[in-house]
């Protein structure tokens, strides 16, 4: 994998709506994992290939929460970038199911 400070599309991504997170994740998959019908949480494998797994809180109840747009042509953006403090420390945007990266390594 190459790295830089360029954002760079890493993949696109598929969406599905859940009602429970599976136990695992498929690499290429933004879960919307739902209760009640109701966004909860976004589960996606990290895009940066170290493999984490990722459970974004899109409850605004909580903090810190992500806003989660489902389009009309059914994919999903996520707001805002999502940074990791630990592990990778990637940024990751999701925008129209389309995966970037900022990785600073
Ligand atoms: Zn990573």
Do not use: F
Not at 28 to 52: F, I, N, Q, W
């Amino acid at each position: 994998m190459v790295r830089g400070l360029e954002t760079q599309v890493v993949q696109t991504y598929i969406n599905k709506r859940v009602e429970a997170r599976p136990a695992s994740l498929d690499p290429a998959t933004l879960y919307v994992v739902c209760r009640d019908g109701v966004p909860h949480h976004l589960s996606m494998v990290c895009p940066c290939g170290c493999k984490r797994e990722l459970d974004i809180n899109l409850k605004t109840l909580y903090e810190p929460a992500w806003k989660l747009t489902e389009h009309a042509d059914k994919t999903v953006s996520l707001y805002p970038a999502v940074r990791l403090n630990t592990g990778c420390q990637s940024t990751i945007w999701v925008n129209y199911n389309n995966v970037k990266l900022n990785g600073e390594k």
